[in-house]
């Protein structure tokens, strides 16, 4: 073989492998872009498709007279959801005098004499109040548990002190308190229990990121800064991009004398 010849093993100027790096760069900028579009898209599909919903549950209630459609030659978004804003104030207001109060009191009566319905009236006015009270703090702290097994750790909300006939029949030797365990990825489903209070060690971490934590399985970390976890991706993928163009490169052939 001499060095002239194209099968002598030396490598010419040209890889075959260079479109490598090309394909690498490319994935890294797509999954950056990703990172940066995926969130606001998702978003504003998620708005845009409430503001729908509540459009079309209050329209049919609106009279035609005073629909904007009516006057204009194209459906004018989110005029539904300004209709109920108004009737959900109205009705506050309505209720925050006697009249208001005493035609509640006559509604709640009349459906605390109806079997099925009372219970989950009752059941939903409870969680709307703790939810919606402006004092309430029942969800807004996070804590953890030793769950499910010793030595492993989870996240939890930390709700109220059990009830008085709940807490008659729990063990005497300590008091206990309710939380809530979030499940992974879809944080509105878990388990609720009752643990021993020394159990629950409390945490500074906001309701908000607790879910963040959760939905990301711990991909998301609180208080971590956005840029370095771009920056990392680029880095790691750029690493990749390097160990496979060194790994595929071939070698030189070795001398013969």
Request: aromatic share 10%; charged share 15%.
């Amino acid at each position: 073989m001499t060095r002239d010849n194209p099968s002598s093993g030396v490598p010419s100027d040209h890889h075959p492998d260079m479109p490598r790096g090309l394909i690498a760069r490319f994935r890294n900028y797509f999954l950056t872009g990703l990172i940066v579009a995926g969130p606001v898209a998702i978003t504003l599909y998620l708005t845009w498709w409430f503001v729908n919903w509540v459009d079309n549950l209050v329209r049919p209630f609106v009279p035609i007279a005073y629909r904007p459609e009516t006057y204009l030659p194209f459906v004018l978004p989110g005029s539904g959801l300004i209709v109920a804003v108004f009737a959900l104030t109205m009705l506050g207001f309505l209720t925050a005098n006697l009249i208001g109060r005493t035609l509640v009191d006559l509604g709640e009566k009349v459906l605390g004499r109806m079997p099925v319905v009372r219970a989950i009236y009752r059941g939903l006015k409870q969680v709307f109040e703790t939810l919606f009270s402006g004092s309430g703090s029942s969800l807004r702290r996070v804590g953890l548990v030793e769950f499910p097994s010793p030595g492993m750790w989870s996240i939890v909300l930390i709700s109220q002190v059990p009830s008085t006939n709940v807490a008659a029949r729990l063990p005497a030797q300590e008091e206990h308190i309710s939380v809530f365990l979030p499940c992974a990825p879809n944080p509105t489903t878990g388990f609720f229990f009752y643990v021993p209070k020394s159990r629950v060690v409390e945490i500074d971490m906001t309701t908000e990121e607790a879910a963040t934590l959760i939905m990301s399985a711990g991909v998301v970390q609180p208080n971590s800064d956005s840029q370095k976890k771009l920056a990392a991706l680029a880095g790691m993928a750029e690493a990749a991009r390097a160990a496979n163009t060194s790994s595929l490169a071939p070698t030189t052939a070795a001398k013969v004398d």
